[in-house]
T-cell receptor
């Protein structure tokens, strides 16, 4: 069964820094990988979805990469802002219905003003 | 555009009572998901509908849980009878095409069973 790990569980950095969030997975046979952010008391907001055939996706200051051979995805946030403070989760779909959808526990990010 | 709409936002009820959670997906989306989130277990997929038909309910914890989607714009998740261990945040999400397109989440229902 797919296992998804996000390390660190929490991260605090000063405003303006570029940072990388990590998502590791054990089974490289995936259809896609999605990055979400979750604000307190809110649902998940989809940030980027990378298909299995893609290496990266970009949206504004965000860039997500996928390396299936090493079982890793990274979310790069450029020029971080206090508004980026949230919990960031990755989710993988490996096929086979509900059993194939696996979420990480998330990285709680705090951007200090 | 309106996002996924869930009601109620908060529900507090006593053990044994029936609880009904409601969801309106984004118009035009053919897939709907119900999730449960707790600190201990994280985010768990309960059930997935495609074109109003339940496709995968393997995540539904037990017979006390049931979900329906009578039309493309409305779904319910019912717990009867409720138990304290059902306390969690329940999310509804929709997508254009199952697991293959981005999922859009509602703000959730925070359920507390006393």
């Amino acid at each position: 069964k797919q296992e998804v790990t996000q390390i660190p569980a929490a991260l605090s950095v000063p405003e303006g820094e570029n940072l990388v969030l990590n998502c590791s997975f054990t089974d490289s046979a995936i259809y896609n990988l999605q990055w979400f952010r979750q604000d307190p008391g809110k649902g998940l907001t989809s940030l980027l979805l990378i298909q299995s055939s893609q290496r990266e996706q970009t949206s504004g200051r965000l860039n997500a990469s996928l390396d299936k051979s090493s079982g890793r995805s990274t979310l790069y946030i450029a020029a971080s802002q206090p508004g980026d403070s949230a919990t960031y989760l990755c989710a993988l779909y490996s096929g086979g219905g509900a059993d194939g959808l696996t979420f990480g526990k998330g990285t709680h990010l705090i951007i200090q003003p | 555009d309106a996002g996924v709409i869930q009601s109620p936002r908060h529900e507090v009820t006593e053990m044994g009572q029936e609880v009904t959670l409601r969801c309106k997906p984004i118009s035009g989306h053919n897939s709907l998901f119900w999730y449960r989130q707790t600190m201990m277990r994280g985010l768990e997929l309960l059930i997935y509908f495609n074109n109003n038909v339940p496709i995968d309910d393997s995540g539904m914890p037990e017979d006390r849980f049931s979900a329906k989607m009578p039309n493309a714009s409305f779904s319910t998740l019912k717990i009867q009878p409720s138990e304290p261990r059902d306390s969690a945040v329940y999310f509804c999400a929709s997508s254009l095409h199952g697991y293959y397109q981005p999922q859009h989440f509602g703000d959730g229902t925070r359920l507390s069973i006393l």
